[in-house]
C-alpha cells in the first residue's frame, strides 16, 4: 500500500515555464512533507520543506503548497532550467520533522529542454 | 565537511555471498538511516538508529538483512545470503535534531548486483 504517490513518472517542460510536480498521500498521521531532488549516480538533495500547519512555503524559484483536505501538495518551480531536470521525490513524515521515518513516493523525472 | 561516505560504491557479488555496505555519517550528526532503491518499489526506508540505537527496523526485508552503528561514526548494512532480488542502491543518510535545517543527508549510494 504506496502512502504517498507520485502518479506521474516524468514530465517535460520548456526553460524559463513552470514546472508543477504533483503528490498524493494517503496517511492522515502525516504532518511534515519534503521535496527532494536527485541527479543520477548521486543522492537525494534536500529541496523544500512544509509543516501541515501551513499551506505554502517558499524558497527562491521553489514554492510548495499543501492542501491537507484534499490530502495534495504541489512543488512549483519558476521559472524552470535545464539544470532543474533531475528526480524529484515527494516525503511525509509523522513525526513532526524529519529525524523520523520518511515515505517516499516514487519520484517524477523533470526535463527541462534549453 | 565531506557529506555522507558509503563504501563501497559498486559492489557485484554472486548470490549465497554475503555483503557488507559501510556509511560514515556527517559528524555530530546523531540520527542514521538506511534506505533501498529499487525501480518497483522506489526509496523505502530499512532501518533508522538514534543516537547508535535502533529505532525502527520495520523495514528490513527479511532475516537476511542486518544493521549495526557500533559508534556514531560508523554503520554498516549486512546481507546474508545474498539473493538477485536484492540488487538495488543502497543509500545511507543522516540527520541531527540540532540543526537548524531540517533534513536528512544522504551518501552517493552503493549499487548493489547480485547474480
Known amino acids: 500500500d504506496q502512502q504517498v504517490k507520485q502518479n506521474s513518472p516524468s514530465l517535460s517542460v520548456q526553460e524559463g515555464r513552470i514546472s508543477i510536480l504533483n503528490c498524493d498521500y494517503t496517511?492522515?498521521?502525516?504532518?511534515?512533507f519534503l521535496w527532494y531532488k536527485k541527479y543520477p549516480a548521486e543522492g537525494p538533495t534536500f529541496l523544500i520543506s512544509?509543516?501541515?500547519?501551513?499551506d505554502k512555503n517558499e524558497d527562491g524559484r521553489f514554492t510548495v503548497f499543501l492542501n491537507k483536505s484534499a490530502k495534495h501538495l504541489s512543488l512549483h518551480i519558476v521559472p524552470s532550467q535545464p539544470g532543474d531536470s533531475a528526480v524529484y521525490f515527494c516525503?511525509?513524515?509523522?513525526?513532526?520533522?524529519?529525524?523520523?521515518?520518511?515515505?517516499f513516493g516514487k519520484g517524477t523525472l523533470l526535463t527541462v529542454n534549453p | 565537511d565531506a557529506g555522507v561516505i558509503q563504501s563501497p560504491r559498486h559492489e557485484v557479488t554472486e548470490m549465497g555471498q554475503e555483503v557488507t555496505l559501510r556509511c560514515k555519517p556527517i559528524?555530530?550528526?546523531?540520527?542514521l538511516f538506511w534506505y533501498r532503491q529499487t525501480m518497483m518499489r522506489g526509496l523505502e526506508l530499512l532501518i533508522y538508529?538514534?543516537?547508535?540505537?535502533?529505532?525502527?527496523d520495520s523495514g528490513m526485508p527479511e532475516d537476511r538483512f542486518s544493521a549495526k552503528m557500533p559508534n556514531a561514526s560508523f554503520s554498516t548494512l549486512k546481507i546474508q545470503p545474498s539473493e538477485p532480488r536484492d540488487s538495488a542502491v543502497y543509500f545511507c543518510?543522516?540527520?541531527?535534531?540540532?540543526?537548524?535545517?531540517?533534513?536528512?543527508?544522504f551518501g552517493p549510494g552503493t549499487r548493489l548486483t547480485v547474480t
Open positions: 496517511n492522515s498521521m502525516f504532518d511534515y
Open positions: 559528524s555530530g550528526h546523531d540520527y
Open positions: 516525503a511525509a513524515s509523522a513525526g513532526g520533522g524529519s529525524n523520523y521515518k520518511l515515505t
Open positions: 543518510a543522516s540527520s541531527s535534531q540540532d540543526s537548524a535545517s531540517d533534513e536528512q543527508y
Open positions: 538508529f538514534n543516537n547508535n540505537v535502533p529505532i525502527d
Open positions: 512544509i509543516s501541515s500547519i501551513k
